[in-house]
């Protein structure tokens, strides 16, 4: 079993961003060697998630109204309490989820015709951290 | 390390239908010969879901008018203007998660005794894929 | 490929309860005796879910405030027909997500500085159990 392990940093331009990190996560599958196993994608950061969904301009923005209206900011939230203003990103990227796994087959990132991987960061504008751990044969 | 991928194509007779699949899933493990390892299942398309919970109808009826309160359909969604009308499966799919890893120990799914897996669609009547890929030993 | 499982019982004080497991899941990392790899945390029971956030009081209390107000308690769920009254805690611990996969590098859980694993208890006061699966080299 080979295991082959790479950090990529994010400082977006804006507070809340979504980039496309596929040709990344295939990158670090080259980098790796490896033909067949899986590879994990996973924020580092709590305020920050990484999901699969389409990359499609209006729907990335529909996600950014819905996780506002499901998870508002600037509510008297009690994690403000301690000086932090960002409650709502960690709600927000619990939503989205934080990690996902992606088959590795033949090399390739196995994924369907529209799957593409983002880092969804919610609170940026500063350095941030993606782990993206492949592991096979 | 042994790696073992098949992937099951799912056409529903409705439009949203939760499907349970946790059979289908030890059948991939059997013919992965494996006896320690886990075994991903991810939806290949980016309105469909996969998700642990209770195979329970009144629960099951409970998930779809939850996920319609928290991500409703025909709102005026921004997607819409690209011809699609599933913005919500996006958005419904999120919550449900679209993809679980499994453990297997001693050739078994490693499951606890109401853990049930179901394939989630959104926006089915038409051909979609699940992979299921198993490694170990 | 290593692989090695370990099964945590949780019987919590209170009904609905975050409980902190990341020295645990190391723990099972140590035991395992695995240096390059990855381990999966997973609720075995449905009512309950694993997740990686931060480890403070008032955002553990933000997360309870909203998970009620996401997926309230009380309501005439159809699940409550076969005489359970938890059906809030399935949707609970589908929002917070029932695992996760930690890395694992040079023998310790590959975490960013802030993340902590926790046990996320919807349904508790009775014994619930998680799997700790880790494999590697």
Chains 1, 2, 3 share one sequence.
Do not use: C
């Not at 950090?7 to 033909?35: C, H, K, L, N, S």
């Amino acid at each position: 079993m080979k295991s082959h392990t790479v950090y990529r940093t994010f400082e977006t331009a804006e507070r809340r961003e979504f980039v496309r990190i596929t040709e990344d996560v295939q990158a670090a599958v080259d980098e790796a060697g490896i033909a067949e196993g899986m590879v994990l994608v996973s924020a580092m950061h709590i305020t920050a998630g990484v999901y699969v969904n389409d990359w499609e301009n209006g729907l990335i923005a529909d996600f950014g109204v819905w996780l506002e209206k499901l998870a508002p900011s600037g509510l008297n939230y009690r994690h403000h309490q301690t000086g932090e203003d960002n409650a709502d990103a960690h709600l927000k990227r619990t939503i989205m989820g934080h990690q996902v796994m992606l088959p590795i087959t033949a090399g390739k990132l196995d994924l369907g015709p529209w799957e593409q991987v983002f880092y969804a960061e919610f609170d940026g504008q500063r350095r941030k951290r993606v782990v993206v751990k492949a592991f096979g044969i």
